[in-house]
């Protein structure tokens, strides 16, 4: 999308909306007030016609009162004809209590009739008001209706008096088809509720009450506001029209010069720095085309001057290199050489791949200056286009693509010009005692730095190529740095005897898993293991031997455990294992498991004097277990308990195992089956002898031996 385009689409947001929410805001506005007129006849007619029943019903009731005075031992006979030439009624009847028929007047509609002082919500064709006839002595001797029939007059007249459209909803056909439509849209509502038909009305049903004895439908005409939408319409169209037209005109107006801005800036791009745009007025637009002109004359003194500063840089690349080297962040040193070296030789863009030990694949490292590469999945494979070709003779190479070669391959960054060289190991000697002496061979490559495309497009030359071999030769001592500071870091962290972590790192991981664990509310165990007796190991086979079990020992202690597990040799022939989310039942099952490993088969191990046979050394061990957070709140509160259990199991006869704050632990012996917990809380088993509390003073326990304790 273009800028004249977004500046127009701008200018029309902020016109057109305040004119589309205004024609939006009056038309609801005007619907609003519209059918608020409605409501307010509807009411009104609600009103009025029940005003105008309950002048009917008082009507009848005088016409039925009347005929029932005169009716008292046949005084009048012609009451009920009296009441009817009155206009009271257009019915009279009278009955005997005994259901004959006294007398009649008018034409009586067919029953059942609405009673004014009792409606119900079935449909009538009449209205009546009925009243007793009572004789001299107080005796009830008949009774007078007085009816007036529901049809159109009665309805037109109710009409005139409540100024709305009344139709009654009687069984029966209406008068018309809009009368249908009503009187289905007053049969779907409930009573009071207001709908609108499908001709265009808006109908109200009244039930039956006292005063209103009929059930009706009362209608207007819906409001009509679809002239004044038209209108709004209209106004809109227009004002968008004139709104489009200046919109486009002052976005031709503003982008014109940055059109010429624009492709002035692509010359410069391409390297004409004597590129230059007119300046036509003095607002913002001219000045920044004077800011421009200005620029490009500066921009060609600072390449001279930056030319010149090259050689300069070159010389500070070796004391750059001597700070580089005493830094162990692999990855912060091949950004800060990758930096600098395309800074000394103007490459526009840059990458360091390194060989992975494993595979021998190149891996991308770091880039710069690299647009819809993602460093971090660039893979190639030794012999593989330019970087790879590199990797595979140990040789630099430096040229044009489509001139010297070689064939980028598809994962290779695009480029023009190109200057790639090695990264190899130092050629004198091993650097961290690790390597085989180099001897004839030449050093291994160990990765790949390239630079790709200097500003200006020059080619790379012969200055570049040896300033890009003493960063890489930088980089090559970088890592070995790495690596022997790496390897000095695991060395410290692990026992060389058994190849167990050792006591350092117990504390680190122990502070680390307590702090999961409690972060996440879950559970570690921590096992203190200890070999039975082993000085006497010692005394009678010697060191050596002793040592043998240690590895041994060892060995078998990391085949049973899991992977997320920690092992750790705390110091002789005390050892430590840490269970991340392991609760006290799933620590018993693996020392159950773990002592019947080692009590499984002895330790056999090879005499160094000649033709001495081999020795089968039995071994034991004893187990003490806590769990975080039951037995502890920190991490050296869990070790602790876990030290006393492990008392309790050596008192407990040894070859066992005991759980802090258990009642009596589980026996190691042959033939042991599964553990669980008891009633009491502690862990059992088959062999229950030796039984100890773990949680009584340590002054009532065994000390605790070092090494065959």
């Not at 004002?239 to 982008?255: C, N, Y």
């Not at 001057?305 to 091949?334: F, W």
């Not at 005692?433 to 497009?457: I, Q, S």
Request: aromatic share 4%.
């Amino acid at each position: 999308m273009t800028l004249r385009a977004r500046l127009t689409a701008a200018f029309l947001a902020v016109v057109l909306g305040p004119v589309l929410l205004g024609a939006v805001f009056v038309g609801i506005a005007v619907a609003a007030v519209s059918d608020r007129r409605a409501a307010e006849r509807l009411d009104a007619g609600t009103d009025n016609l029940r005003a105008a029943l309950a002048v009917t019903c008082q009507r009848l009731r005088l016409a039925a009162e009347t005929t029932a005075l005169l009716s008292v031992d046949g005084a009048r006979p012609d009451a009920a004809q009296n009441a009817i030439s009155r206009g009271l009624a257009r019915a009279v009847e009278v009955i005997r209590t005994d259901g004959l028929l006294l007398t009649t007047a008018g034409d009586l509609p067919s029953k059942p009739w609405a009673d004014c002082a009792a409606p119900t919500p079935a449909a009538y064709g009449a209205i009546s008001a009925a009243v007793d006839i009572i004789d001299a002595g107080g005796r009830r001797i008949g009774r007078a209706y007085a009816v007036e029939p529901v049809d159109s007059t009665l309805l037109g007249w109710l009409a005139e008096a409540s100024g709305v459209r009344i139709n009654s909803l009687a069984e029966g056909p209406q008068p018309s088809a809009e009368d249908n439509g009503i009187a289905a849209t007053a049969r779907g509502l409930v009573a009071g509720a207001t709908g609108a038909s499908t001709d265009g009305r808006l109908v109200r049903r009244l039930d039956p009450q006292p005063g209103q004895p009929l059930m009706l439908a009362i209608s207007v005409p819906a409001p009509e506001t679809q002239g004044l939408y038209a209108v709004l319409v209209a106004v809109v169209v227009c004002a968008g029209l004139v709104a489009v037209s200046v919109a486009w005109w002052l976005a031709r107006s503003t982008t014109h010069p940055l059109t010429e801005l624009a492709q002035a800036v692509e010359r410069v791009a391409g390297g004409d720095l004597s590129a230059r745009v007119p300046v036509r007025s003095p607002d913002e637009v001219g000045r920044l085309g004077q800011t421009f002109n200005r620029m490009t004359r500066e921009m060609q003194g600072y390449v001279q001057a930056l030319t010149a500063s090259r050689d300069q840089l070159r010389g500070q690349l070796g004391v750059l290199g001597d700070t580089l080297s005493s830094t162990h962040d692999l990855h912060r040193i091949l950004q800060v050489i990758l930096q600098t070296a395309t800074a000394a030789t103007g490459a526009q863009s840059g990458v360091v791949l390194m060989a992975d030990p494993g595979s021998g694949e190149l891996c991308g490292q770091v880039a710069e200056g690299l647009a819809g590469i993602d460093v971090g999945e660039l893979r190639l494979q030794p012999g593989e286009g330019l970087l790879g070709a590199v990797a595979a003779s140990g040789e630099p190479l430096r040229g044009r693509v489509e001139r010297d070669g070689p064939v980028l391959s598809p994962g290779e960054p695009r480029c023009v010009t190109y200057v790639a060289v090695p990264i190899a190991a130092p050629a004198v000697g091993p650097t961290t005692g690790l390597e085989l002496p180099l001897g004839d061979r030449p050093p291994a490559t160990r990765g790949v730095l390239a630079l790709y495309d200097r500003h200006g497009f020059d080619e790379f030359d012969d200055a570049d190529l040896i300033t890009l071999r003493t960063f890489a030769g930088q980089a090559a001592v970088a890592v070995d740095n790495v690596r022997v500071h790496e390897e000095a870091q695991r060395l410290s962290l692990t026992d060389p005897l058994t190849g167990l972590s050792n006591y350092r790192y117990l504390r680190e991981s122990l502070r680390r898993e307590v702090e999961r664990a409690s972060r996440f509310g879950r559970t570690l165990a921590a096992l203190a293991l200890d070999l039975d007796r082993f000085k006497e190991v010692n005394d009678t086979y010697g060191h050596a031997a002793g040592d043998a079990v240690l590895a041994e020992f060892a060995r078998r202690l990391r085949a049973e455990i899991r992977e997320v597990d920690f092992a750790f040799r705390q110091g002789g022939e005390e050892f430590v294992v840490l269970l991340p989310e392991t609760d006290a039942a799933g620590a018993a099952v693996l020392a159950e498991r773990l002592g019947a490993a080692v009590r499984r088969s002895p330790v056999i191990v090879v005499s160094s004097m000649p033709g001495q046979a081999p020795r089968r050394i039995p071994v034991t061990v004893s187990i003490g277990i806590a769990v975080f957070p039951a037995h502890g709140a920190t991490g050296a509160a869990v070790l602790e308990a876990a030290d006393d259990a492990l008392y309790a199991a050596k008192a407990g006869g040894r070859d066992t195992y005991r759980v802090a704050g258990a009642s009596a632990g589980a026996s190691a012996g042959a033939g042991d089956g599964p553990v669980a917990p008891d009633v009491a809380g502690a862990v059992t088993s088959a062999k229950g002898s030796g039984e100890v509390t773990p949680g009584a003073p340590k002054a009532a326990q065994p000390p605790r031996q070092s090494r065959g304790g």
